[in-house]
Nanobody, 121 residues
Framework: EVQLVESGGDLVQAGGSLRLSCAAS????????IGWFRQAPGKEREGVSC????????YYADSVKGRFTISRNNAKNTVYLQMNSLKPEDTAVYYC??????????????WGQGTQVTVSS
């Protein structure tokens, strides 16, 4: 059974940092692209970042470029999202997502339950 379990969300002050973790089971993260999405109340879901499985290419939304870093630990079957210089507009529920293939930008087939990130001003 495929599962994605996010953790690391918290309440943090603006300018602070958090690291989100996505622990995967039922598949290996090195075989599929893994992405992070977020959704704030009243707003559309937004793709934040993605890491491909073939060459480890990474992608970021313009809104987080230079502040967030996605990485993967194959031995732990876990993907991380390091978030620095957090802003109040980063407040959202963050979801870990498994792609149906090795590349980013395609379809997704499994989602985690989400973890809340709240950035106070």
């Amino acid at each position: 059974e495929v599962q994605l379990v996010e953790s690391g969300g918290d309440l943090v002050q603006a300018g602070g940092s958090l690291r989100l973790s996505c622990a995967a089971s039922g598949f290996t993260v090195e075989a599929y692209a893994i992405g992070w999405f977020r959704q704030a109340p009243g707003k559309e879901r937004e793709g934040v970042s993605c890491i491909s499985s073939d060459d480890g290419s990474t992608y970021y939304a313009d809104s987080v470029k230079g502040r967030f870093t996605i990485s993967r630990n194959n031995a732990k079957n876990t993907v991380y999202l390091q978030m620095n210089s957090l802003k109040p507009e980063d407040t959202a529920v963050y979801y870990c997502v498994k792609a149906s293939s090795y590349y980013c930008g395609g379809s997704e087939d499994y989602w985690g339950q989400g973890t809340q990130v709240t950035v106070s001003s």
